[in-house]
């Protein structure tokens, strides 16, 4: 048999070298191990073994970080034990509201930012909505925001008149937390909607831009950059809006109107205390009256306006009975007092609706409109409110005057006459008020209604 030819083929072990015993993985063969490295000793597979670290140093590497992680101690070279980082303080919840309030109470006393945007609404085409987003940070703020430190809200107008001049949408913002404010505006494109831009800050158009909104002197800023710092309700700053110009307005009226039925009796030689108690009873009832009016229009919703119907109709209940139970002195001759002291009374406080941004007008370009704002859109309005107003001073002036020829005893038919024609004359001017109607049927009774006293008031003057 001829002789085998040896095999220079490695076998399935593998080669010498490779069926030697290997050290475990991750582990040095070596009798010496690198500066940082373990001896593997019986280190289990994958591990090794800590170093050893002279007293008073603290260990690094992956060793090390071990104990920070689960919240042990470390103690440093000074051997002092290493104080925690002081928490930062938590900056106030704004949606934690009092117990003790409600929550009327409590959105009177949050703190709100309300920024504005002016935007130029062109000079032709059809009335236009428009979107703003409103986007701020607080300032100050380091690390990671915190939820109220950060807000982005869009707020959409409708009604936007071109050719009506400088356009201001303010957006009430809530749910912040208290301090500075860096607040950014732009609008906001919407499917179908016409293209807008901001009114002009700068640049060519500077000279030509109206800084002051005719006849009102409500300047145009001309940065368009807010910063702002968060502000409770009643000091909120809106543009073409008076704080407290309703409060100090009505009070004023109610004033006028009680001295000026207080001379009006002492004119006449009549007895003050009687008719002076009961025209305050109807001031209090006519308040009561326009409060609760106002709630049940908005069905629940809203606590923060008047109706002058309620006033009407409380105060109403009241005169009338004192007219039943005898205010002291003939009932027409108090009706002579207490009218022209109504209705002049109510021209001085109508003005305050006009400041305060409630009862307002239509958007319009007309060149007798007033710039005006119902404290979201500010821009050129029909003044609602002074036209009111005016209707009131000149009815009362008419009645006041008759009652002065003609004395308080024979003036009670003229008084009817003077409240029906301010009510007809109202009924017309509701018509230029922006907010939508409540019931559809209201207007045309109440002018019916006046109507009727007009004629009753007509023919008893006729007949002396």
Not at 32 to 46: F, I, L, R, Y
Not at 271 to 295: N, T
Not at 344 to 370: K, L, N, Q, V
């Amino acid at each position: 048999m001829p002789p085998r030819k040896k095999n220079t083929k490695s076998n399935r072990r593998g080669t010498p070298a490779a069926r030697k015993p290997q050290p475990p993985t991750g582990v040095s063969s070596g009798t010496t191990s690198p500066p940082g490295v373990a001896p593997a000793g019986n280190v289990p597979v994958g591990l090794t073994r800590a170093a050893k670290v002279p007293p008073g140093l603290v260990p690094t590497g992956p060793a090390s970080m071990a104990p920070k992680a689960q919240g042990i101690s470390v103690r440093t070279r000074d051997t002092k034990p290493a104080e925690p980082p002081a928490a930062a303080e938590a900056p106030p919840d704004p949606a934690e509201k009092s117990d003790d309030l409600p929550s009327w109470a409590a959105k009177a006393v949050e703190e709100l930012l309300t920024p504005t945007y002016w935007l130029d609404p062109g000079e032709q085409g059809e009335p236009f909505s428009a979107t703003i987003r409103f986007s701020g940070q607080r300032s100050g703020v380091t690390g990671r925001p915190q939820p109220g430190d950060t807000f982005s809200v869009d707020e959409t107008v409708e009604g936007i008149v071109p050719g009506s001049g400088p356009v201001a949408i303010t957006a009430e913002v809530r749910g912040v937390n208290q301090g500075e404010w860096t607040v950014t505006a732009r609008p906001v494109g919407r499917v179908g909607s016409r293209p807008y831009r901001g009114y002009p800050v700068g640049g060519e158009n500077q000279a030509d831009a109206p800084r002051v909104p005719w006849p009102r002197h409500v300047a145009v800023p001309a940065d368009p950059g807010a910063h702002l710092h968060t502000t409770r309700l009643l000091r909120t700053k809106v543009p073409g809006v008076i704080r407290f110009a309703y409060a100090t307005l009505v009070s004023l009226g109610v004033l006028v109107g009680l001295g000026l039925e207080a001379l009006l009796l002492s004119h006449g030689h009549y007895s003050l205390l009687r008719p002076m108690v009961y025209s305050v009873l109807a001031i209090v009832a006519g308040v009561i009256g326009g409060k609760a009016w106002y709630v049940a229009v908005h069905k629940g919703r809203k606590f923060d306006g008047w109706c002058i119907q309620g006033f009407v109709a409380g105060a109403a209940v009241v005169v009338a009975a004192a007219a039943l139970a005898g205010p002291g002195i003939p009932a027409g001759a108090y009706l002579a007092a207490a009218t022209p002291a109504l209705l002049i009374g109510m021209s001085i406080g109508r003005p305050g609706c006009f400041w305060a941004g409630c009862c307002t007008g239509r958007p319009t370009a007309a060149r007798w409109g007033i710039w005006s704002s119902d404290r979201r859109l500010g821009c050129r309005r029909a003044p609602a409110q002074l036209l009111e107003a005016l209707s009131a001073l000149v009815s009362g002036l008419a009645v006041l005057i008759v009652v002065l020829v003609e004395g308080l005893a024979r003036s009670g038919p003229v008084a009817v006459v003077g409240l029906a024609v301010y009510t007809l004359a109202r009924q017309a001017i509701l018509g230029l008020r922006a907010e939508p109607r409540v019931w559809r049927y209201g207007r045309p009774v109440t002018a019916a209604v006046a109507a009727i006293a007009l004629i009753v008031g007509v023919v008893l003057l006729a007949r002396g």
